[in-house]
């Protein structure tokens, strides 16, 4: 019995089968035909039909993984949201106190924003509004991630006890609200949004520029 522990393992294949597989090329078609035409139409004239006719899938496919084009776009609010996890995770490992996580997350968020934004809206008038996605998993893992991050930092400060969830809602508020204006100007100056963030967060009104 004890030869059986050098035999060699039977091979199995981790990968996942041909059907996921299917569905996740099927999921990622949908999205990226969403991204174009809500950039090419707008949101609010985007259609079901629209996003179903540039993936050249079949329309029971599509409402086999989305039931309306609000729900794609939260979808690609998600998928924006797992792929910026990471960002925001450098931005608080390399911070040392409050003020430097609070400029590199609020300078990666907008930089991120803008690149995202870009092939929606370079064809779109400026002052077309962006819808919101409402909450989700991958959002509230970006809430707790911002959190935990303001927790240690603050720590490291010897900062007095705040309201994490409070501030946390705060900043990305201020964060999203202030990322929707910045997009609707030209140029988009991510540098200029997160400094006004930044100013406005650590010192109130009297800290911002002066115009």
């Not at 086999?64 to 609000?70: A, M, P, Q, T």
């Not at 934004?117 to 809430?143: C, G, K, M, N, T």
């Amino acid at each position: 019995m004890s030869n059986i522990a050098y035999f060699p393992k039977p091979h199995i294949d981790q990968r996942p089968g041909k059907r996921e597989r299917t569905k996740t090329a099927n999921r990622q078609a949908i999205l990226d035909a969403a991204r174009e035409v809500f950039g090419e139409l707008g949101y609010d004239a985007a259609t079901v039909r629209d996003i179903i006719r540039r993936t050249g899938l079949a329309s029971g496919t599509f409402y086999n993984y989305y039931k309306s084009k609000e729900e794609v776009f939260e979808a690609l609010a998600d998928d924006g949201a797992r792929r910026f996890r990471p960002l925001l995770r450098a931005e608080s490992e390399k911070a040392v106190d409050f003020p430097s996580f609070l400029r590199g997350a609020m300078l990666a968020y907008f930089d991120f924003l803008a690149k995202e934004q870009e092939s929606w809206r370079i064809d779109r008038p400026s002052s077309e509004p962006i819808p919101h996605a409402r909450s989700s998993p991958e959002l509230a893992a970006v809430f707790d991630e911002v959190r935990e991050a303001f927790a240690r930092v603050l720590a490291h400060d010897n900062a007095p006890p705040v309201d994490l969830d409070y501030l946390t809602s705060a900043c990305i508020a201020i964060a999203r609200e202030l990322g929707d204006k910045m997009l609707e100007r030209r140029p988009v100056d991510t540098a200029g949004a997160a400094d006004f963030a930044v100013r406005l967060i650590l010192g109130g009104v009297p800290a911002l520029p002066k115009l």
